[in-house]
């Protein structure tokens, strides 16, 4: 119903502004699966799943409490961690940088970069992996991510470009 959805539109905006004023430096990125689209994503979801396996690695956030892995995953400090220190040591805002992550396991890593606006190339050698990271990137609708399924052995300038910032966080 209308009025329930405007409501928790209003606490959900209202959430960040109480967080701001205790943490000024607070860190969100707050990703929303529309209401009706919701049972479209839990389908891929499980389609891929049973294709090739359960997420085993990167609990990915599809939005409005759907997530690759259902029990929820690892600590999310460490991935902030990683974005931040990944800003400090290039001294670039995240959106201007070319970002090649090599071994992107189930792509945990790429999509975060890329949900900050960073060009990303992520390489993985296993197509399960490979198309669990595609997933998470077309139901988040990253176009500034591309995920290749190929051996890392084989880079080349030629065809990864010159990134501002390459990682193999898995």
């Not at 109480?18 to 209401?35: E, F, G, Q, S």
């Not at 992107?104 to 990271?133: M, P, S, T």
């Not at 995920?147 to 010159?162: F, P, T, Y």
Request: avoid cysteine; proline fraction near 4%; glycine fraction near 8%.
């Amino acid at each position: 119903d209308e009025a329930e959805r405007q409501a928790l539109w209003r606490g959900r905006k209202s959430a960040f502004g109480a967080i701001a004023r205790i943490k000024p430096n607070y860190y969100l990125h707050d990703t929303v699966v529309p209401r009706h689209k919701l049972p479209e994503v839990l389908a891929q979801v499980y389609e891929i799943a049973a294709r090739h396996g359960e997420w085993t690695a990167h609990d990915i956030q599809l939005g409005d409490g759907v997530s690759t892995l259902p029990e929820g995953g690892a600590d999310p400090s460490r991935l902030r961690r990683v974005v931040q220190l990944a800003a400090d040591l290039t001294g670039r805002p995240l959106s201007e940088l070319r970002v090649l992550d090599l071994g992107a396991l189930e792509g945990q890593y790429a999509v975060e970069f890329a949900l900050h606006g960073a060009e990303v190339v992520a390489i993985e050698g296993r197509e399960a992996n490979a198309a669990k990271a595609r997933l998470a990137a077309e139901v988040l609708g990253l176009e500034n991510l591309e995920i290749r399924q190929e051996d890392v052995r084989g880079l080349s300038a030629e065809r990864h470009a010159d990134p501002d910032l390459a990682s193999s966080l898995g």
